[in-house]
């Protein structure tokens, strides 16, 4: 267990039990006070607080390059030349810096634009309705492991192509490696899984003419020369990594508020209407993702003296919550008109796979309320949250009148 923190402007730790259950606070305070905290925790890290700050800096790619995207920097004693061994491409192109991620990027976008979005979406909805049939005879269920946590990684996997009896081993391997990532033997064992599991994908698929992302990348070209193994391998591991902890867990806050805002929950059932203002809400209200940047030379950002080597923790979730950019930020109001939220980041890196979680978030809240319009928290359970890379609940205990499955 590390240290408890002792003072939030000069030692903080976005792993501490006081910052995973009420960030909040903790933002609010630093805003006031010191709007760029520092810590010489994991090797030195920098926690702008403001809107304006994390836009700056999410925003100056040739001083805070994404070669450290993670949160916690990967140990010294794993690393050669700077990279992970076991993914020499890095994980593209969220790990990428210009040019590299310029054409990274494009081969990863069409299979998130709108239209094959929706082509997901009919499964989506299913998928949700099987999910409630499972646990509406009950009258009670945790909304975050039986519901959200199921969703998202069955959708990755019809793009990636595997097995749906791979999700809860998928799950296992993406929680070792945002969740504990502060826990080295849990994350390396998560990265090895993954790799292995791809690499071993990659190779059955070669040559063959399958439609999932990575026989399409296996195929593809850039500039004529086929897309090298590193890169394939690396893009495969963040659809799985991105895709699927960041959802859940937006899933899961959305309806932790519901249970917990009768006014909300009724509203949004009488108004449907308000579903597109209300998802933007409670993205912004709960944004789930916190990104690194790797300083990569001394460089003074408004008067902090940030030294290569250190990381600064974007937190779009604190931008998201600036009292300067938003009125009321500790309120969710699901019609809010104005809401130039950043959960999704901003710049060249801003979420690639927007359209689908968009998509998923919208779809499980709809089919959630179709059928179960009336939840609260079960008296005397507990309720746990997930922090560091992206926060969520991890178990939502909720009860509900008991129905007949469809
Ligand atoms: C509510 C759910 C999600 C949230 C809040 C979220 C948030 C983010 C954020 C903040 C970034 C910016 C990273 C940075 O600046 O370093 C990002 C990038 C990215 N996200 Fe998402 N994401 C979500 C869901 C997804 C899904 C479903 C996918 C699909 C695989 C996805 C794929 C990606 C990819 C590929 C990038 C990298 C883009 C680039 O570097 O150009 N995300 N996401």
């Known amino acids: 267990m590390a240290d408890p923190v002792r003072d939030w402007a000069t030692d903080f730790d976005i792993f501490d039990t006081e910052y995973v259950n009420d960030p ?4 609010d305070d630093l805003r006031e006070r010191c709007p760029v905290a ?5 090797r030195g ?3 702008p607080t403001t809107y304006e700050d994390v836009q700056a800096i999410a925003r100056d790619v040739p001083h805070f390059s994404s070669m450290g995207v993670s949160v916690v920097p990967p140990p010294v004693e794993a690393l050669e030349g700077g990279q992970v061994p076991l993914l020499p491409a890095g994980v593209p192109p969220i790990s990428a810096d210009p040019p590299e991620h310029t054409w990274t990027r494009r081969l990863l976008l069409p299979w998130f634009s709108p239209q094959r979005v929706e082509s997901y979406e009919q499964g989506t909805r299913e998928l949700c309705r099987r999910l409630i049939n499972g646990v509406i005879e009950h ?5 975050a492991e039986q519901y959200a946590q199921q969703i998202p990684v069955r959708v990755i996997g019809k793009v990636l192509g595997v097995p749906e009896d791979m999700s809860d081993t998928f799950t296992g391997w993406v929680r070792d490696v945002l969740e504990f990532a502060n826990i080295p033997e849990r994350r390396k064992n998560g990265i090895m899984s993954l790799v292995a599991y791809f690499q071993s994908l990659i190779e059955e698929r070669r040559g063959g003419d399958g439609d999932d992302l990575i026989s399409v990348l296996l195929r593809s070209e850039v ?6 193994d590193g890169h394939i391998l690396g893009t495969a591991a963040l659809t799985l990594i991105a895709g699927v902890d960041t959802t859940w867990s937006a899933i899961g806050s959305a309806l932790w508020h519901l249970a917990t805002n ?3 929950r009724r509203r949004l059932v009488a108004e449907p209407e308000l579903m597109p203002t209300a998802i933007e809400e409670l993205l912004r209200a709960y944004a789930p993702v916190t990104m690194g940047r790797l300083v990569m030379e001394d460089v003074e950002y408004n008067g902090c003296p940030m030294k290569a080597g250190e990381r600064v923790l974007l937190s779009f979730p604190a931008a ?3 009292p300067k950019m938003f009125d ?4 969710v109001i699901i019609d809010r008109e104005q809401n130039r939220h950043v959960a999704f980041g901003v710049g060249i890196h801003r979420c690639a796979g927007s359209n689908l979680a968009r998509m998923e978030l919208r779809v499980a809240v709809e089919e959630w309320l179709a059928r179960i319009p009336e939840f609260d928290i079960e008296p005397g359970a507990e309720v746990t949250w997930a922090g560091g890379q992206v926060r969520g609940p991890r178990n939502v205990p909720v009860v509900f009148p008991r129905a007949h499955g469809a």
């Open 262 to 264: 009768p006014d909300d």
């Open 328 to 331: 009321e930020p500790d309120k």
């Open 320 to 322: 998201n919550r600036d």
């Open 38 to 42: 520092h810590t010489d925790r994991y």
């Open 45 to 47: 890290q920098w926690l």
């Open 139 to 143: 009258g009670r269920a945790d909304a």
């Open 223 to 228: 500039e004529g020369e086929p897309v090298p």
């Open 24 to 27: 909040f606070t903790i933002w």
